[in-house]
């Protein structure tokens, strides 16, 4: 078997020609990748749903816009939390992924992590790939592979990330934060 290399608390930032739904100028956060597969969570889905309709007792952890993400088409009735956490060391119920970023035990009490909180999200569902699937997939060209910052996971803007990751590389990838929405009105 061929070594994987971990692309874990890397960005996965969807092509434009990702025919995908799911992955429409998605920006995933991997948070394990590995020779069995990988798994992460879109950044950029916000739901009208509310965090304190689903895990009242996060919600006042949770910051703008306070609402749960579509992780993924993995799961959906299934919640993940993700948070920044500065600092060497994180608190009980907290397992650092990559850097600063970890997950959260959504079953421990909130108050565990409360003060050591940098930033929160929740995720219902997660996007997951099976050994080789994701390597294929990259290989097509459906994804741009970049370096995540802590502050993707909060950004107050969503709906803005796919522009913002890319323009921020520095090399032809920023180019293609301007590609339109649709090109055939070109």
Same mark, same amino acid.
């Given at each position: ?23 429409? #100028?998605?920006?995933?956060?991997? +948070?394990?990748?590995?020779?069995? /597969?990988?798994? @992460?969570?879109? +950044? ?6 509310? %965090? /304190?309709?689903?895990?009242? &007792? ?5 910051? $703008? =816009?306070? %609402? ?6 993995? &799961? ?5 939390? %993700?948070?920044?956490?500065? @600092? ?7 397992? #650092?992924?990559? /850097? !600063? ?13 409360? !003060? ?11 996007? @997951?790939?099976? =050994?080789?699937?994701?390597? !294929? ?13 802590? /502050?993707? %996971?909060?950004?107050?803007? =969503? $709906? ?5 990751? +890319?323009?921020?590389?520095? &090399?032809? +990838? ?13």
């Amino acid at each position: 078997m061929t070594e994987v290399s971990s692309l874990t608390g890397r960005l996965l930032v969807a092509a434009p020609a990702l025919a995908d739904p799911n992955f429409d #100028r998605a920006v995933v956060l991997l +948070l394990d990748h590995d020779e069995e /597969g990988s798994l @992460g969570v879109v +950044l950029n889905r916000p739901t009208p749903v509310g %965090v /304190g309709d689903i895990l009242a &007792s996060w919600a006042g952890l949770t910051g $703008e =816009p306070g %609402v749960v993400f579509q992780g993924g088409p993995v &799961s959906l009735d299934s919640a993940l939390g %993700v948070a920044v956490i500065p @600092g060497d060391e994180g608190p009980l119920g907290w397992r #650092r992924v990559h /850097g !600063a970023i970890g997950l959260v035990d959504l079953e421990a009490p909130p108050e565990l992590l409360a !003060a050591a909180l940098g930033s929160l999200r929740i995720f219902a569902g997660y996007a @997951g790939w099976g =050994p080789g699937q994701l390597e !294929a997939e990259l290989t097509d060209g459906a994804w741009y592979v970049v370096e995540s910052e802590p /502050g993707d %996971v909060s950004s107050p803007r =969503p $709906e803005h990330l796919w522009r913002a990751v +890319l323009r921020r590389q520095r &090399s032809e +990838l920023a180019m293609i934060a301007t590609y339109p929405d649709d090109p055939s009105l070109n």
